[in-house]
């Protein structure tokens, strides 16, 4: 298999001056994969907006790092694991998993929360029989977080699940991690001449050689020896021994290996330092015997960790590693120049300036507006159908809207004991900080709504992340993005990653919020074809107070409020693609200004401590919200759906539109909620009164919907009883 | 001298942390880590083996850790009268070193569980229990993989008639255990060991969720009861001390 393209090839050969050997096209590859270079995306990801107050590191190294005051920071990464866990979905989400965790390792920081980002095609047809290939997928790739997670301690406390028929014998996983530490304890990563390169952690086998490039892709063909073994136990004990190692003031760099190897972590870490490194390869431990150079510097064998240590502080490190019993090696030291020197058995078999390798020549995509995206917004309008309620429990059923319960009771979401807000509660979850704040996190992704149109969105990806983290209490103070698509040199494909990004920018700018990490994964796509855009949104907020902390149950004697307006935008909505089948329509557009207006007039009313819950409206519209937040409190409610701001000229669309920037809150106190929100000068509505266990909206003096919770319950919880009978 | 509570850890334990922290900053008692190596221990009056997955349940749960070092000191100290709580993994442990009779097997779901439920102390003569009101019921979580309580008949008769299961599930069957077996002691009372967490139960900020998923109904109101596990514990160590 050649990884480097033959342009690439010419490019190293005319830099280097000499012809480039096998072992170095093999580790110069593993860099320059689209998975470990950005060749394809670099250009664009400058272009955001990465500063802001809270934070300390920017996108670029492992995690970004967020100052939450005190001298307390917050770290958080996003990676994803998708070629891997589209063919053995247990080991490649566990070691997505692993990855990702190691990241937050590598700064300095503990783990203290993982959320996961999952897209399968549909695992339910009609009649409510399983798919068998998708929920095959979905069961193992929800056992492979458990079991990794669980294992390791640290909890998985959020994420979301869309299902769509674009991911059919395909899936993504994303995996996000969210660190906790000292400020002090940063690790800065400098190094100097004569410090001491350690490779700690499992041994170096043969299992995920050319991952990297595996992932660099389309997948048409089962490739498992791509695939790595997860052991989360040996994870578990490289966690505790370099929190201890960072504890003790031993590191002055450390580097996970992950996708592309050691070739990657060598290259990237040396450029970082901008020092070289002399490296013997024959010191490496090793699972298996007679391993190539080439097998050495590009398996992606799990759990392993690069330390470098100065000279006299090498053997408290050793003494870290020998009391957990974590096996290392000694593979070479920091140079004085900036040459990364390979050498097996003393012969150089690889010499070559680090910035070379880990800076892969950019690619030039075309980019050109798909065809489909207009075709797609003229489609006719379904008929409204007569029964409502039916249609809600319709929505309710849906695997992406329906209770995730049976994923998330298979998680340990709350060992650390940090877990305030747990799933299925909130909008967001909430883990409390040791400064007496909050951190609130949610993930956040709409493949319907991008295919249609990308910029729009991701748009709402970001708008509905922002309302999840405001609903929890939450500030919001950063942004972490995962862009997937499928191959970037098709221009249509090209052109939607373009618009995603865009979006990114766009709102991140006009929020004042930066993006503090991010990862691209392309070629995302089986024989069947490609996939939709799937921009996947990570939103980190700070509750700055403990009376701010928001949950969506309603309760008793409350009076219901909504904040926007709702207009009829169906595309991408639930109720056209899951009831009605139809993909196409005009996807709800975010306006900026009304989107940050709402936002600040809710988080005001949070602060004030007028609101008792607060849920935003989006896959499922206002009422599977209204719904929930009903289900969350066993509580009902009876609303007027005259009153809700509206251009909707049909219940349907009142009910099920997907519009932006909504908010349903609660109250005790509707006098000053009314006041406050008049002040504010955004469009909203008193709607109705909690009542005890029914639903009822009406409209006129008509009963549009009256169903009660029993029922409501049978559908939402369907997922569980369809997968363990 | 003040009471000493020592925390057993294992490569792969992870809620010592957690037992740590409840122990010295919420009932504020002196409690520390003891790594599984240590072959002599001195000077603590309790001892608890958290939670977590030692060894990484690598041949069964609790079976590798029931070999370490520690564990002979664990043994020392039972059969000295001392209190010893193991919570999840700990009470896997403390059954695979034959302080506990029973086993502890895969949930009847084959899948890990992680929810709140409730228990019912059936015991409240116990170090870990006397603070409980008689058949007292509060919410608590579990977490964990293999918590099926399961002895045989013999096994079972003993335990009732020698008063030694100590908490029962109260609302539901989170893993199909024996009996709505949540928790039992030795004869002598001063070993216990429980599935549920009451170290993620403690405080009030840990339970303030609204939400039904999460919390039972009939316990809305006071979740951090489990709180009194640990007091039962501490009071029991004072009073120990001034006798």
Known sequence: MDVLTKQELEYL?????????????????????????????????????????????????????????????????????????????????????????????????????????????????????????SEWLFKNVVKGIADYGNCIGIPTVGGEIEFDPSFQDYCLVDVAAIGFGRKIDIITNDAE????????????????????????????????????????????LLLEATMEAVKRGCLKCIKDLGGGGLSCCLSETSDNLGRGFDIELTKIHTRESHMTPNELMISESQERMLYITSKPKLSILQSILEKY???????????????????????????MPSHLVAHAPLADRVAKRPHYIDKMKRIKRPIQPSNLGKVLL?????????????????????????????????????????????????????????YLDPYQGTLGSLSEGFRNIICSGADPIGVVDHLQFASPEEPEIYWTFIQAINAIID???????????????????????PIKPSPVIGTLGLVENQRYLMQMALSANESIFIVGYTQPEMGGSEYYEYFHKITGGKVPVVN????????????????????????DCSKGGFAVALSEMAMSGSIGFKVQLDA???????????????????????????????????????????????????IEFIKGNRQTIRLSLKQLEAKFYLLERILHP | MAARIGIAVFPGSNCDRDVHHILNNIIGIEADFIWHTKDRINGYDAMIIPGGFAFGDRLRPGIIAAHSPIMNEVRRIAKDGLPVLGICNGFQILVESGLLPGALMMNDSLRFVCRWTNVQVTNNKTPFTSEFSPKQIFGIPVAHGDGRYVADSKILKELKKKNQIVLRYASDNPNGSTDLIAGICNEESNVMGMMPHPERASESILSVDRSRNNISSNNNNNNNDAVTIFKSLVSNLKQKAIA
Not at chain 1, 421 to 434: F, T
Not at chain 1, 507 to 529: D, H, I, L
Not at chain 1, 660 to 685: C, M, Q, W
Request: charged share 25%; proline share 4%; with cysteine.
């Open chain 1, 325 to 351: 019993g974590i096996k290392y090696s000694i593979i070479g030291t920091v140079q004085r120049h900036q040459n990364l020197v390979i050498r097996h058995s003393g012969k150089v078999v690889m010499q």
């Open chain 1, 592 to 615: 900026l200004e009304v989107d940050r207006q709402n936002m600040n007039a809710v988080l005001n009313l949070i602060k004030m401590g007028l609101v008792s819950c607060a849920h």
């Open chain 1, 644 to 694: 809700i701001p509206t251009s909707c000229k049909q219940i349907d669309e009142l009910l099920f539109s997907e519009t932006h920037s909504r908010y349903i809150i609660a109250t005790k106190d509707p006098k000053s909620v009314y006041e406050t929100l008049s002040s504010n000068g955004v469009r909203f509505a008193e709607i109705g009164k909690t009542v005890p266990a029914h």
């Open chain 1, 394 to 450: 319709s929505l309710l059923a849906d695997p992406t809207i329906a209770s995730k319960r049976w994923v998330y009771q298979q998680y340990d979401h709350e060992v650390g004991i940090r877990t305030v807000i747990k799933p299925g509660s909130s909008n967001a979850a909430v883990m409390r900080l040791d400064n007496g704040k909050f951190v609130s996190v949610k993930l956040d992704g709409n493949s319907k709504q991008c």
């Open chain 1, 13 to 133: 050969e005319q830099e280097l001056k000499r012809k480039a050997n096998e072992i170095e096209k093999d580790a110069v590859g593993a860099q320059w994969s689209e998975h470990c270079s950005y060749k394809s995306s670099k250009k664009y990801l400058h272009l955001l907006p990465t500063k802001g107050k809270h934070v300390i590191v920017g996108p670029g190294y492992d995690a970004g790092v967020l100052d939450v005051g005190d001298g307390y920071v917050l770290t958080v990464h996003i990676e994803s694991h998708n070629h891997p866990s589209a063919i053995e979905p247990f080991g490649g989400a566990a070691t997505g998993v692993g990855g990702v965790i190691r990241d937050i390792m590598s700064m300095g920081t503990r783990p203290i929360a993982v959320l996961d980002a999952l897209r399968f095609a549909p695992i339910v047809e009609e009649g409510n029989h399983s798919v068998a290939k």
């Open chain 1, 507 to 529: 709102y991140c700018k006009f929020m004042e919020v930066p993006v503090v990490g991010g990862k691209v994964s392309f070629y995302n796509e089986t024989a069947r074809g």
């Open chain 1, 193 to 236: 001449a004569d410090d001491i390169i350690i490779l700690a952690g499992g041994p170096t086998g043969r299992d995920g050689i050319r991952g990297a490039s595996f992932a660099s892709k389309t997948l048409e063909e089962d490739n498992r020896s791509a695939v790595q073994i997860p052991d989360p136990f040996l994870e578990k």
